[in-house]
């Protein structure tokens, strides 16, 4: 069977070549020529400036927040969802029936639009709401939460937990399932208390799909975009703004192609780097605790 | 083993509470965008549970309400059935083909294609997007359904599930099909399709899922009111038509019913999938 396919190979991988070539390629090389220019996305002409719009952009509050917003939406939204799909996926993994059906009832939000959880979040938080009218009158809290900046981010990031906790619980359910019940009992034999039982035998030896989560969760702050474009629009004052928001809107609102191409390097540049070093420390820190 | 039988009980009932309290907060958000949808509009966001029901949102929805336009809400959801279908297909369809190329035949360059894919998959996209719309607009598809539908047709985690998955299928199948006299479209289309049938339906409603709720190509390629995707159309009448929250949630739950409908009917196949690729 060492038969070389070479013309049948070539014309199976055909579509991806030609796509990649049009949109990825092209577009690669395009963008970073661009973002040497002073396009508006309109005029017919435009000047070659250099380092210019690199320069610019870092001294601007739009790509200033885009850079530590998406931090900022790691610490609140990774330690959240990460808690939460943990105990989804413990509470459900020791169910002898129904299990199924209660994973499949936590999968549902993921399938929820962005548009349509933000339109949900605004009534839900909206002055006449059940709830503000509870917290004004009852608790005297009149609470403005998309006009503070911790709040605006806090309720963006709960959005994106409710959106992906029970996708992660699936994810680590199954690692919790490959456990063999010979290790618990084992270990009981050793004289491991049961409230020692989860930190001690469970969580190293659901690591693996903990890591998958992980990185997937570090992953997803980098392209929020739909939730932000709808609730805050990047506001208040620059606290919501994340990359996608601040390239779209230099791009498409202000037409600056050229100087949105720059922001658009930045941000794979930092997106980049930022996914390799949280996968080296997460590496590290799971090699040191002896998980790996 | 630990503890009398009535203990295990009593945990096993504290553990099904647990798990549906958390479900109900987690569902919460749709029953109450439901619950909106057919609430009187002198309820909308004003109660947790609406007392007095009504189709009124629906009836404003499909009539068009008080919009100029005739029925742009139907046919939103028509253009994101279209779109998202055809999309969808021609994904499904250059994935697998790639994919039996990469896992299955040998040619010069298969390595180089295959950690290109890799590469390409973990690149950040929001780079492509400036140089993408405007080549869009260069080939003079800006605000048509191709716009829409062919920078949207090929999916690199597809190619990396089929791909996977294929290399798991012994190459003693193809050998006896091949002496056979089955041509490798044969063998794909009558041995392989069929043996992937749990991780198509995987692969098949993440894409349709995502086609579905695109809104940022979606928002820039496209501009005429009849062009609209439902998901974009909800999205600009966000603000605007805070005056009709109602009608709001109707749309909401129009774009999100047809696909959770599909998940539950494919609910079975869907978890066994899921189970081979979390493996």
């Known amino acids: ?292 | 083993m630990v503890g009398s039988n009535s203990n295990t009980k009593l945990r096993l009932s504290v553990r099904y509470l647990i798990a549906i309290v958390l479900l109900v907060i987690m569902v919460f958000p749709y029953l109450y965008m439901v619950l909106n949808s057919l609430a009187d509009w002198s309820q909308v966001d004003r109660k947790l549970i609406p007392t007095k029901l009504t189709l009124r949102s629906y009836q404003w929805l499909f009539t068009g309400g008080e919009t100029g336009i005739t029925r742009p809400w139907i046919h939103a959801f028509f253009n994101s059935v279209f779109v998202s279908l055809i999309s969808t297909a021609l994904m499904m369809l250059f994935a697998i083909m790639v994919a039996y190329a990469l896992a299955k035949l040998k040619f010069r360059g298969r390595d180089s294609i295959n950690n290109f894919v890799l590469f390409h998959m973990f690149f950040p996209a929001i780079i492509l997007i400036i140089p993408n719309f405007l080549i869009i607009q260069k080939v003079g598809l800006f605000d048509t359904y191709w716009a829409l539908i062919i920078p949207k047709a090929m999916s690199l985690w597809g190619i990396f599930m089929y791909t996977n998955f294929f290399k798991a299928v012994p190459d003693a199948f193809i050998e006896a099909a091949k002496l056979d006299g089955a041509s490798d479209f044969k063998i794909l289309y009558k041995i392989m399709m069929p043996m992937s049938k749990s991780i198509t339906t995987v692969v098949f409603l993440f894409l349709l899922m995502e086609r579905w709720t695109e809104l940022l190509w979606d928002m820039i390629v496209v501009r005429s009111d009849g062009m609209l995707t439902l998901n974009v159309l909800l999205s600009q009448m966000f603000g605007p038509y805070q005056a009709y929250p109602g009608p709001m949630y109707a749309g909401a739950v129009m774009l999100t019913l047809p696909i959770i409908i599909l998940f539950i009917i494919f609910g079975k196949k869907f978890q066994e999938g899921m189970q081979f690729n979390l493996k």
């Open chain 1, 1 to 292: 069977m060492e038969k070389n396919n070479n013309r049948l190979g070539w014309l199976f991988a055909s579509p991806y070549l030609i796509f990649s070539t049009v949109f990825f390629l092209g577009p690669l090389i395009w963008s970073l020529y661009l973002s040497f220019t002073n396009w508006d996305l309109i005029s017919p002409t435009y000047d070659f400036v250099g380092f210019k719009n690199f320069i610019k952009a870092l001294g601007t509050p739009g790509v200033r927040s885009a850079f530590w917003v998406t931090y900022k939406f790691m610490i609140v939204f990774v330690p959240i969802v990460t808690a939460m799909s943990l105990f989804v996926a413990v509470i459900v993994k020791g169910l002898p029936k129904f299990k199924s059906v209660f994973l499949i009832g936590f999968f549902l939000p993921y399938l929820s639009s962005g548009v349509v959880a933000s339109l949900i979040v605004k009534g839900f938080l909206s002055h006449t709401s059940p709830v503000q009218t509870f917290l004004r009158d009852r608790l005297g809290l009149d609470i403005d939460w998309l006009g503070g900046s911790f709040s605006a981010l806090f309720v963006v990031a709960m959005i994106m937990a409710w959106k992906f906790t029970g996708y992660y619980a699936l994810i680590l359910t199954s690692g919790l399932e490959s456990i063999d019940q010979e290790v618990y009992e084992a270990a009981a034999i050793d004289g491991v208390k049961d409230s020692q039982r989860f930190w001690k035998i469970t969580l190293p030896l659901v690591y693996p799909a903990i890591y998958t989560t992980l990185i997937l969760s570090f992953g997803a702050t980098f392209g929020i975009f739909t939730e932000v474009y709808q609730l805050t629009g990047g506001g208040p004052n620059y606290a919501t703004n994340t990359w996608q928001m601040e390239i779209y809107s230099q791009a498409f609102k202000n037409l600056q192609a050229g100087y949105a191409s720059a922001i658009a390097i930045m941000a794979a540049v930092a997106t980049f780097v930022s996914i390799y070093v949280i996968r080296k420390i997460l590496e590290m820190w799971g090699k040191r605790n002896g998980w790996v």
